[in-house]
């Protein structure tokens, strides 16, 4: 509804919370209720359907909090957590809210977590060997391919994803060199699904 309001969540990793924000049509934000969640709550996902915010705590042990999101209000209510095998400084609900897939960029790796209808995350399904410092990871506009740039090795890991088994299978070619000393860190894919732009912090 062109009348919806926009909500913005911001999660604060010492204070262990995640804030809630009402968007104004300006831009600016209107502060509300802050939810409780751990020490070290960094990255956070909303999924497709916007019912469902996911947040990483990376402070052991590790795991994800599901909260649901109130279309009235925007305030968070918490549903449950679920166990991830590593510190995630990235998480990204696939275009079908049923798989949390994960980069880890001290465990060189990426995950993948079922997600049940209740908004629950499940034990990880899949856990895939990487290369140094994955830093985040996302599918395309299709949901059949997914891109993880790597920090430690200037490359991007290119897969494929299949979303009926939540399963990542390497594609061809596998990876994408980058110049060496860019340090690739977060990408976006156009909403034509024409380009992936790379963000390097090198």
Not at 10 to 15: I, L, M, Q, R
Not at 39 to 49: G, Q, S
Request: hydrophobic share 35%.
């Amino acid at each position: 509804p062109t009348q919806a309001a926009t909500y913005v969540y911001v999660s604060s990793a010492e204070d262990g919370t995640i804030g809630m924000y009402t968007m104004a049509n300006d831009g600016t934000l209107k502060p509300g209720a802050a939810v409780e969640a751990c020490k070290l709550v960094m990255p956070m996902n909303v999924n497709p359907d916007k019912r469902f915010l996911f947040a990483a705590v990376r402070s052991k042990p590790h795991y994800a909090v599901s909260y649901s999101i109130d279309r009235a209000t925007g305030a968070l209510k918490l549903v449950a957590k679920g166990p991830l095998v590593e510190s995630l400084p990235y998480i990204y609900s696939d275009k079908t809210g049923r798989w949390l897939l994960g980069a880890s960029y001290g465990g060189h790796k990426v995950t993948v977590n079922p997600i049940g209808k209740d908004g629950k995350v499940g034990k990880e399904s899949q856990v895939i060997p990487t290369a140094l410092n994955a830093h985040a990871i996302l599918t395309d506009q299709s949901n059949k391919y997914a891109f993880v740039p790597h920090l430690g090795t200037d490359q991007v890991f290119q897969f494929r994803f299949d979303a009926k088994t939540g399963k990542l299978s390497s594609n061809t070619p596998a990876t994408v060199q980058i110049k060496s000393g860019s340090g690739p860190r977060h990408l976006v894919v156009s909403k034509d699904n024409k380009f992936v732009y790379l963000l390097n912090e090198l």
